[in-house]
T-cell receptor, first 115, second 114 residues
Framework: ETGVTQTPRHLVMGMTNKKSLKCEQHLGHNAMYWYKQSAKKPLELMFVYNFKEQTENNSVPSRFSPECPNSSHLFLHLHTLQPEDSALYLC??????????????FGPGTRLTVL | AQSVTQLGSHVSVSEGALVLLRCNYSSSVPPYLFWYVQYPNQGLQLLLKYTSAATLVKGINGFEAEFKKSETSFHLTKPSAHMSDAAEYFCAVSDGSGGQNFVFGPGTRLSVLP
């Protein structure tokens, strides 16, 4: 048990569907992150929230829409995705963004397949 | 800006043999350095980290890494490989200032042969 949970663990969706990924942590952390992990590519940082405020958006297409209603929950809303968006989406958290340099705790990921 | 290279996308060792996974970094400031492990169908788990204290860092599962500033390296080692060590290993570097500056390497897949 990593302390960061993600649901669902697996998701298959068509290009016209709308779905959401959920991340939850009860570690008392105030920063949360979404990463994309594609085969044969380094981990890509997508979004960062620090104290519920989005601090970074790494040029992510608008078909990915993050939401952070509180410090414990992070969502990634998906709509009109493309097959190349198929990947493992990892959520992570840290005490706050400034301490992310001291390491982040990761969830197990959601394996997304876009048909 | 930080960057990380990992020499060898795939490393195979025999069970009981030495494990050596290479990591070289680039950073304009004194770095924080990390090794993470990812088992199949799981997220990343922190193995060990260097945060400017001792240059030889011991982590979980018998792994250790040595920070060598002159070589800008942070190689991961384990004296004797176990079958359970088969996984993907990621080196990461950060300047401690925020998420954007926490950079992962491309990863090295470790296979352990019986």
């Amino acid at each position: 048990e990593t302390g960061v949970t993600q649901t669902p663990r697996h998701l298959v969706m068509g290009m016209t569907n709308k779905k959401s990924l959920k991340c939850e942590q009860h570690l008392g952390h105030n920063a949360m992150y979404w990463y994309k992990q594609s085969a044969k590519k380094p981990l890509e940082l997508m979004f960062v929230y620090n104290f519920k405020e989005q601090t970074e958006n790494n040029s992510v297409p608008s078909r990915f829409s993050p939401e952070c209603p509180n410090s414990s929950h992070l969502f990634l809303h998906l709509h009109t995705l493309q097959p190349e968006d198929s990947a493992l989406y990892l959520c992570a958290s840290s005490q706050d963004e400034l301490t992310s340099g001291r390491g982040q705790q990761f969830g197990p990921g959601t394996r997304l397949t876009v048909l | 800006a930080q960057s990380v290279t990992q020499l060898g996308s795939h490393v195979s060792v025999s069970e009981g043999a030495l494990v050596l996974l290479r990591c070289n970094y680039s950073s304009s400031v004194p770095p924080y350095l990390f090794w993470y492990v990812q088992y199949p169908n799981q997220g990343l788990q922190l193995l060990l980290k260097y945060t400017s204290a001792a240059t030889l860092v011991k982590g979980i599962n018998g792994f250790e890494a040595e920070f060598k500033k002159s070589e800008t390296s942070f190689h991961l080692t384990k004296p004797s490989a176990h079958m359970s060590d088969a996984a993907e290993y990621f080196c990461a570097v950060s300047d401690g200032s925020g998420g954007q500056n926490f950079v992962f390497g491309p990863g090295t897949r470790l296979s352990v042969l019986p």
